[in-house]
């Protein structure tokens, strides 16, 4: 019987959060701006949409779907949640935590990759094995078992947390499993954006090692020259343009490192007020870029007719 089918058919009843198991929580990634969205819309409207969980034995239960809802329901000190009841053990559970999440599209590559590698360490299922369970080809199976073992450890406890956004693993796994974590550092002690990385790791990757822990510690000597304009292009522009471009390229990137940071701020860390406050901050920088952009629109008006 499909997921799907078994939801139809679940039993639906209140549960104490005490009773819910969180095992497979280690499965799935933390995203800290979606977990502030559902404590918000949780503290509005109250729970919605009851959770899944898979009864183990009695009063005893391991959480499927709703790992978001169930940290809201902590942070908000509730007692209970409601919750649909399947029958899984341990493999059906880990199939079912995919495909549920499948149909809301709220899984991502990485996530897919720890229960697939769960799957095949833990409960010794072979890619075959894995690939029907989970209605895939067996290559798919492959390509995530090796998203895991080509990612080093902390790297992975960090995406896990949501200290990293799961782009980042992309780039990290494009050097050797002993380099990463010097790059990793690199990435933390200068708010690198994903953009940035892949720009630092091709560069690593084009000089010999003896340079990298030069290019680590000044990251931005390679990143800061490396502008969109080609240097034949360049050097058709004045100097008033190639420095408003300049400035244009640093506020990009003071926004990028500033989305960073808040894309990974642990979850409960920011106030109400504090979160109004950042956002109204946001919104008056927005206006300004708008007043820039429009100000930069009517300096470059032209009339067509008048160009032969």
């Not at 995203?31 to 009063?59: H, K, T, W």
């Amino acid at each position: 019987m499909s997921t799907s089918s078994l939801l139809f058919t679940a039993d639906t009843k209140e549960l104490s959060l005490s009773s819910i198991g969180e095992r497979f929580s280690e499965l799935r990634i933390v995203n800290p701006a979606a977990d502030r969205a559902i404590l918000r819309s949780m503290e509005r409207y109250g729970q919605v949409m009851p959770v899944v969980v898979s009864e183990v034995s009695q009063s005893d239960y391991q959480l499927l779907d709703g790992f978001k809802r169930f940290r809201g329901a902590k942070a908000l000190s509730m007692k209970a949640l409601k919750a649909q009841i399947v029958q899984l053990n341990s493999r059906t559970g880990k199939a079912a935590l995919v495909q549920l999440n499948w149909v809301g599209k709220s899984i991502n590559s990485m996530e897919e990759a720890l229960v697939v590698h769960s799957l095949f360490h833990e409960d010794s299922l072979s890619q075959v094995e894995i690939a029907t369970l989970l209605g895939r080809h067996k290559s798919w199976v492959c390509r995530r078992i090796a998203m895991i073992d080509r990612l080093f450890d902390e790297g992975r406890s960090q995406i896990q947390l949501g200290l990293l956004p799961v782009s980042m693993s992309r780039e990290l796994v494009k050097l050797p499993r002993g380099n990463q974590e010097p790059l990793l550092e690199t990435i933390t002690r200068h708010r690198l954006s994903c953009r940035e990385t892949g720009k630092l790791v091709e560069e690593l990757q084009s000089r010999p090692e003896r340079e990298h822990p030069d290019l680590l510690k000044r990251p931005w000597e390679v990143l800061q020259r490396d502008e969109p304009l080609d240097t034949t292009a360049s050097k058709l522009f004045s100097p008033l343009v190639r420095a408003i471009h300049s400035k244009l390229l640093l506020l990009e990137r003071q926004c990028l490192s500033a989305s960073f940071t808040v894309q990974t701020t642990v979850f409960g860390q920011f106030e109400i007020e504090e979160e109004r406050f950042l956002l109204s901050c946001c919104e008056q920088a927005m206006n300004t870029l708008d007043q820039t952009c429009e100000a930069f629109r009517q300096s470059v008006q032209y009339d067509p007719e008048t160009v032969v």
